[in-house]
């Protein structure tokens, strides 16, 4: 009867292992988490919002947003995959001479959490010197490709002066959407940022990792004027990631945007 008695500890052990399992699981993927060191995802002030786009430069979808930034004179931050600027060098330029922030998101979008300390050092090293050769300016901002990252990938960001950019807003739209499901998406999550007296740090996409002639981003591009304009009423202010690389101090919360539509 040994083993018989020993079977309830070694199933509180089995589980204490799951949960530990499962919060490291959280901690490298969820964009919020800040277990495994220290993320900048936005600041005490509720009114700042900032538009976030991944997996670009793409020739159609990226130009357009280019276009509505400029008519609405709002700045954004751009976090480009260093394959796809060398595919278009002259989009990303285009993109950093119109104010723009422009970020680090690893040279072929692996997800970091899986890859070896190696290939996490060659990955963002690459896609840094590839867009700094690019822009002839410093990189200063990463975003890892799914959130994913441990404790290595987050010192190996800051070895190379860089540092890392999560979310706390999504608009879900690399999936099949629309611009509407776009917008309500990124709203809940503003109303619940701003309940909680922070600013709102959006992630959109611009492009896709893989399938680069494939990507349709079209309901994205819908969805930002729309987003901007309804933003723009109740007294939001668009900001780039910069803002809150410092601290900030805090204001009071509005409830506009919960009955705005």
Request: glycine fraction near 10%.
């Amino acid at each position: 009867m040994p083993l018989l008695s020993h079977a309830p500890a070694a199933g509180v052990a089995l589980g204490a292992l799951g949960l530990a399992a499962g919060g490291c699981f959280y901690a490298g993927l969820w964009p919020t988490s800040q277990l495994f060191g220290p993320t900048l995802l936005a600041g005490a002030d509720w009114r700042e919002v900032a538009l976030t786009f991944d997996d670009g430069p793409h020739e159609r979808y990226t130009q357009e947003l280019l276009e509505y930034l400029a008519n609405y004179r709002v700045r954004a931050t751009f976090f480009m995959i260093g394959d796809h600027v060398g595919r278009l060098p002259w989009l990303a330029r285009r993109v950093f001479a119109a104010g723009h922030v422009v970020g680090n998101h690893t040279m072929t979008h692996p997800n970091l959490l899986y890859q070896s300390p190696a290939r996490v050092a060659r990955e963002l090293d690459d896609c840094s010197h590839r867009l700094e050769d690019t822009l002839g300016a410093p990189v200063r901002y990463f975003r890892p490709p799914f959130g994913g990252r441990r404790p290595d990938v987050l010192r190996a960001a800051r070895r190379l002066g860089l540092v890392p950019v999560l979310w706390n807003a999504t608009g879900y739209d690399w999936r099949r959407t629309t611009p509407e499901t776009i917008y309500d998406n990124l709203r809940r999550s503003i109303v619940r940022r701003r309940r909680a007296g922070r600013g709102s740090n959006l992630l959109l996409h611009d492009g896709a990792p893989g399938g680069y002639g494939d990507a349709d981003r079209g309901a994205t591009v819908t969805a930002v004027p729309m987003l901007i304009e309804r933003l723009h009423r109740d007294g939001s202010r668009f900001v780039t990631v910069e803002a809150w690389d410092r601290p900030a101090e805090p204001s009071r919360p509005s409830s506009t945007m919960e009955t705005s539509t």
